[in-house]
């Protein structure tokens, strides 16, 4: 098998929309594919794992991920002659010093369905040993990237093109690495695929060259290939979120008084304050490793530690409000419920900066315990609302509200919980941004009449979901 580059990539000319869509033969072609089913299979173990949002490959507790992909998507393409390139993307969410040995399975195992396989039932040729393999993940992977291998699949040359393949990603390593799922919208693995038409031999009686007619016909002008990867994933799965708070109101707040003779009410309202930075510090070996600029702040035990700030400028002081930490959870291991710790740094003069903080830069400011909290199983790909209690502005160091969060209980794995941070949104902009927020809702006096709350949003554009 050739290999190409994204500049070698021809796309062919658009079409009317009342016209089918033209492939050109002996044109070079780019297709991504998605998984039709991923799951990992953990050593003697009974529980099937392709519901989860994580493909774990590991060596200390034996860890094998598997991918299907369906090839009969790839229009017109039947034999393997025809196959130019091939790679696999994943993206890491863990570091590791090796990315993984990738293997083509063959060709009798790719009956499998991903909620139902396991080691104890998988069958034997899921475990067979390659002494070639089809492709091989660089050394030094890195959390929150793109990772991409090149594959040279063992097809018989031109020989008919399968319908179904299955990848195996497997590691020699303990300290293994841990890819999102196609369960995790926003980072899809990929199969990318490079691609030719064959050109057809020449008739003497033929009157025009021959050309290839895709599948289906398209709507309107578009390429019939899909543009080179990037470093975002350019096939996410639709999703809807249905359990958001509303962070954002349909009108704008006024403050205009309703009659000429009356004044402008002073009575503040709930307020919505977008986290202005955080991060996640690690102890032991990563204690001076820097995790400010992560999509995702990724709690487990207690030797990791999130820190957020708030500015709270925007709070009347005179008044006591009723303070909400929301956050968006991304990810939640097996045990059923962990609890959190939450408390604030009451150091007046304690600064950091998110892009250089690290466990040991952070320091001991004094800090004060508001209490605890629990994530549960459940939480999962939702925002949750936590109640952090009444304080005073004055409470706080110079308008700057710095809440930490620290896992209670000692590390077992299954404690674990992700959630996104402010740098979420650049990484991912086809969704919609949900930074960690701090509701503020003033506490007024009972006897006091209040007409019903408008929330009002300071620093924060409203964000559409965009639906691919």
């Not at 991923?38 to 991918?67: H, P, Q, W, Y």
């Not at 008739?203 to 080179?228: D, H, M, N, Q, R």
């Not at 001076?288 to 702040?297: A, E, H, L, S, T």
């Not at 508001?370 to 004055?394: A, H, Q, T």
Request: aromatic share 12%; with cysteine; net charge negative.
């Amino acid at each position: 098998m050739g290999s190409c580059s994204a500049a070698d990539v021809t796309e062919s000319n658009t079409t009317e929309a009342s016209e089918p869509n033209v492939l050109v033969p002996g044109t070079l072609l780019l297709h991504s594919l998605p998984p039709i089913a991923d799951t990992f299979l953990e050593f003697n173990g009974t529980e099937a794992f392709g519901m989860r949002g994580r493909l774990k490959v590991d060596a200390d507790i034996e860890r094998t991920s598997l991918l299907k992909f369906d090839l009969s998507s790839l229009a017109n393409v039947t034999r393997t002659s025809e196959i130019v390139g091939m790679s696999l993307k994943l993206f890491s969410l863990t570091d590791s010093p090796y990315g993984g040995k990738i293997d083509l399975i063959d060709d009798v195992c790719n009956d499998w369905t991903e909620n139902y396989i396991t080691w104890n039932n998988a069958p034997e040729c899921f475990f067979q040993n390659y002494t070639v393999p089809s492709g091989e993940f660089e050394n030094n992977i890195l959390a929150y990237e793109w990772n991409e291998a090149v594959l040279f699949p063992d097809f018989d040359f031109d020989t008919v093109l399968p319908d179904l393949i299955t990848l195996r990603v497997t590691s020699t390593y303990a300290n293994g690495v841990t890819y999102a799922s196609k369960e995790n919208a926003t980072a899809v693995p990929q199969l990318v695929v490079y691609y030719t038409l064959p050109v057809p031999t020449a008739s003497p009686t033929s009157a025009a060259p021959t050309v290839f007619v895709s599948k289906a016909p398209t709507k309107s002008p578009s390429p019939s290939i899909e543009l080179p990867p990037t470093e975002i994933p350019t096939k996410i799965p639709s999703w809807s979120p249905t359990e958001w708070p509303t962070y954002y109101p349909t009108s704008t707040p006024t403050r205009n008084a309703t009659s000429p003779t009356s004044a402008p009410s002073d009575t503040p309202k709930t307020i919505i304050i977008p986290a202005s930075q955080d991060a996640m510090v690690r102890a032991g070996e990563f204690s001076d490793n820097r995790y400010g600029k992560d999509p995702f702040i990724a709690m487990q035990g207690q030797r990791r530690k999130a820190i957020i700030e708030f500015d709270l400028s925007s709070v009347k002081p005179s008044f006591e409000y009723q303070y909400y930490l929301q956050f968006f959870v991304t990810y939640v291991a097996s045990n059923n419920a962990r609890a959190v710790t939450a408390s604030y740094i009451t150091q007046q003069d304690y600064t950091w900066d998110e892009e250089t903080i690290s466990w040991n830069s952070m320091g001991e400011p004094t800090e004060e315990e508001i209490g605890w909290f629990s994530i549960f199983k459940n939480d999962e790909n939702k925002m949750v609302e936590i109640p952090i209690g009444n304080l005073f502005n004055s409470t706080v160091s110079g308008n700057r509200f710095i809440l930490t969060l620290t896992n209670s209980a000692i590390d077992t794995g299954g404690d674990k919980f992700d959630f996104r941070s402010t740098e979420f949104s650049e990484r991912f902009d086809s969704l919609a941004d949900s930074p960690p927020t701090l509701k503020a809702v003033p506490q007024l006096e009972e006897e006091e009449e209040v007409e019903e709350e408008e929330e009002e949003v300071f620093t924060v554009p409203q964000v559409e979901e965009e639906v691919l």
